[in-house]
RNA sequence: GUGGCCGUAGCUCAGUUUGGUUAGAGCGCCAGGUUGUGGCCCUGGAGGUCGGGGGUUCAAGUCCCCUCGGUCACCCCA
């Protein structure tokens, strides 16, 4: 056991695992850019108030920030998600709208890890502030499938509801808020003390007792106001017409606060594990408020990636591929590879030499695990006569070739292929 | 925050029940077999505070206590 390990519910993620990292985050960035959103890059921790002010009676505020004291006397928290950093940011710089921006970055909750639950995770997300239009929603939502479609996972669900708006949810809170008194008693301990603070909650809470009450609640979808209903209709009417399947989720109120109007869940079935949920996201129209700015709709979705990953793995797709160069130079004379190397790497070739005076068996060993298909041997025959040999590592074949035509001929031989 | 299971070589694990010489295997790594050749094979080698601390005992990887860590679950979430 190592004397010092990565902190409790962190890790870390080291080749040839990191190669899927670095490709899932390429494929996100390449379909995001696509679509026009920027990157954003913002501080990975945060005035406590910016997330307080989001999610205050949620448990990722109330039990699960990752806070501490700077040597300031801040009262500073690490993100726990990646929607309050980039909104605050849009509100302290105001760039035009509409916004579209996208992030992948770490987030932190501090709370006991599991398969699938670290202190430490990464999302890869976007947010798009400045419109309404029920259209964006889709386009969003059709962002987050796309990726999962990019990397091979057959068995995504997506859940789907509406939260409704400031003019219709009060009168529905307050249906939902009678039939939980009613049922007050067979509620969990935790949420019969809930149902006055936030009965969406509730709809939460996976207890069987709870669940059992929720059956039966009231459902924002009946409750939707005129505009709220048609909201809904278009963005299912559009997942329709982009062939993107999904499910009406009515008891689905997400973990923060902010939401309202559309709410969105991916879910991995093939995952066994209690934490199958890949991403999310929803609309929060009033969050730009909350946090000080002028009042402006948004929306966006954050995707787990060790989430994603680990449903890959379940549904054997998307496996790592390790690090591998093109061609490996072997040089027992230990005068030529510095220099063969450095030319082949400069003229583009992914290419690789062993250090250390390695005996020429060691080295042909190294050039087999490099992935390489070309060996250029260097040897003491070749230093005199100033050649190198070819070498194919599949087939054997050599050919002798003068050292100054090494490169070109080493780019001939690898585009052939 | 609460609970179950688990910590022995770089990795996967045996050995713990019934305490007893220098703690093992497979894989990986290094070297040699092959004085210019990898993948297969053979031989050899390196590598271990048995998670840490305390206790019981003539004797502890093995029994007891504490502690740290891992893992899974509850709640909740990515």
């Known amino acids: 056991m190592a004397e010092f390990q990565a902190p409790v519910g962190t890790r870390d993620v080291l080749p040839p695992e990191s190669t899927r990292w670095e490709r899932l985050t390429a494929l996100f960035a390449t379909r995001v850019g696509r679509a026009g959103y920027g990157l954003v890059v913002s501080p990975v921790f945060e005035d406590m108030g910016v997330f307080e002010r989001v999610g205050e009676s949620t448990d990722v505020v109330r039990k699960e920030m990752y806070d501490f004291e700077d040597k300031g006397g801040r009262h500073l928290a690490l993100r726990p998600e990646g929607t309050a950093s980039v909104v605050r940011a ?42 309404e239009d029920p259209d964006l929603d889709v386009e969003v939502i059709a962002l987050a499938w796309g990726l999962y479609g990019d990397v091979g996972l057959a068995q995504v669900r997506l859940l789907l509801n509406s939260l409704g708006d400031a003019k219709c949810r009060p009168a529905y809170l307050d249906a939902l808020r009678a039939f939980l008194l009613e049922h007050r008693e067979e509620l969990c301990d935790e949420h019969k003390a809930r149902i006055e603070e936030n009965p969406l909650r509730v709809l939460d809470c996976k207890r069987a007792s709870c669940v059992r009450v929720t059956e039966t609640a009231p459902r924002m979808v009946d409750h939707l106001c005129e505009e709220c209903a048609v909201h809904f209709e278009r963005v299912k009417a559009g997942l329709e017409e982009l062939g993107i399947s999904f499910e009406i989720a009515p008891r689905l109120v997400r973990g923060l606060d902010y939401y309202n109007r559309t709410t969105f869940e991916f879910q991995a ?60 130079v072997v040089d027992v004379t230990g005068s030529a590879a510095l220099k063969v190397v450095h030319h082949l790497r400069e003229a583009g070739v992914r290419a690789d030499q062993a250090f250390g005076g390695r005996s020429m068996k060691a080295q042909f060993k190294l050039a087999d695990r490099s992935g390489a298909q070309l060996a250029v041997v260097v040897g003491p025959d070749e230093l005199e006569r100033g050649i190198a040999t070819v070498q194919s590592l599949q087939s054997n074949d050599k050919e002798e070739v003068k050292l100054e035509a090494v490169v070109d001929h080493v780019r001939r031989k690898l585009g052939e292929k």
């Open 269 to 328: 079935p093939a995952l066994e594990s209690a934490q199958n949920g890949i991403g999310g996201g929803g609309r929060y129209d009033g969050l730009t408020e909350q946090l000080g700015g002028p009042p402006t709709p948004g929306i966006g979705f954050g995707i787990g990636i060790e989430r994603v990953l680990l449903a890959c793995d379940a549904e054997g797709v998307f496996p790592a591929a390790p690090a591998a160069v093109d061609v490996f």
């Open 90 to 131: 849009w509100v302290q710089h105001r760039p035009t709208l509409p916004f579209k921006a996208w992030y992948a970055a770490p987030s932190f909750r501090y709370e006991r890890p599991q398969a699938g639950r670290y202190r430490q995770h990464h999302q890869l997300g976007v947010e798009a502030l400045g419109t």
